[in-house]
């Protein structure tokens, strides 16, 4: 079975850091799209971040130069470095592990940013 587990949100202030993880288990993920998604009150869910299999990355423009994904395929995880968090980051963020018709969501994990 396979499960996505999130961590490393919270509350932080403007201008701060965090860390997000995303840890997969039940199968070999390293031919996945690996993303970051996030959701705001009363808004969608929009994509943040893309860490394509094959190689190369995707932001959403309101986080370029700020938050940066990467993964281990030997962990099974993607991660999401976020900096200089602004008070609009705040959301409920989701990874996001597809292929094709195949796609598993995390739980999600709380930012907060409080200014």
């Known amino acids: 079975q396979v499960q996505l587990v999130e961590s490393g949100g919270g509350l932080v202030q403007a201008g701060g850091s965090l860390r997000l993880s995303c840890a997969a288990s039940g199968r070999t993920f390293s031919s996945y799209d690996m993303g970051w998604y996030r959701q705001a009150p009363g808004k969608e869910r929009e994509i943040v971040a893309v860490s394509w299999w094959r190689g190369g990355t995707f932001y959403v423009d309101s986080v370029k130069g700020r938050f940066t994904i990467s993964r281990d395929n030997a962990k099974n995880t993607v991660y999401l470095q976020m900096n200089s968090l602004k008070l609009e980051d705040t959301a409920i963020y989701y990874c996001?592990?597809?292929?094709?018709?195949?796609?598993?969501w995390g739980q999600g994990t709380q930012v907060t940013v409080s200014s």
């Open positions: 996001k592990l597809s292929n094709g018709p195949n796609a598993y």
